[in-house]
């Protein structure tokens, strides 16, 4: 059975940081292009950045300079360091994994809250 378990959300002030975690089971995780995904309240769910089996990444506009992911195969995990966080971010953030050529998410995680205040 598939799992993506997110940690690492919370509540923080504006400029503050948070580093969340997506710790992946019972997939080859390093077959598999890891991506953040938020929803905030009454909004739909978007996408924030993608990490590709090769390293390369691909960010929202709005988060650009300010966030940054990463991805531990050894460990199965993927990261998103948030920094300088604006309330505008609040919102549950999804861990996604997907093969190559597709276009939806093959995976979700269950979500973690990113909650900040101003």
């Known amino acids: 059975q598939v799992r993506l378990v997110e940690s690492g959300g919370g509540l923080v002030q504006a400029g503050g940081s948070l580093r969340l975690s997506c710790i992946g089971s019972?997939?080859?995780?390093?077959?598999?292009?890891m991506s953040w995904f938020r929803q905030a309240p009454g909004k739909e769910r978007e996408f924030v950045v993608t990490i590709t089996r090769g390293g390369s990444t691909f960010y929202v506009d709005s988060v650009k300079g300010r966030f940054n992911i990463s991805r531990d195969n050894a460990k199965n995990t993927v990261y998103l360091q948030m920094n300088s966080l604006k309330p505008e971010d609040t919102a549950i953030y999804y861990c996604g994994a997907k093969l190559d050529g597709r276009t939806e998410q093959n995976y979700w995680g269950q979500g973690t809250q990113v909650t900040v205040s101003s």
């Open positions: 019972g997939l080859a995780f390093s077959n598999y292009v």
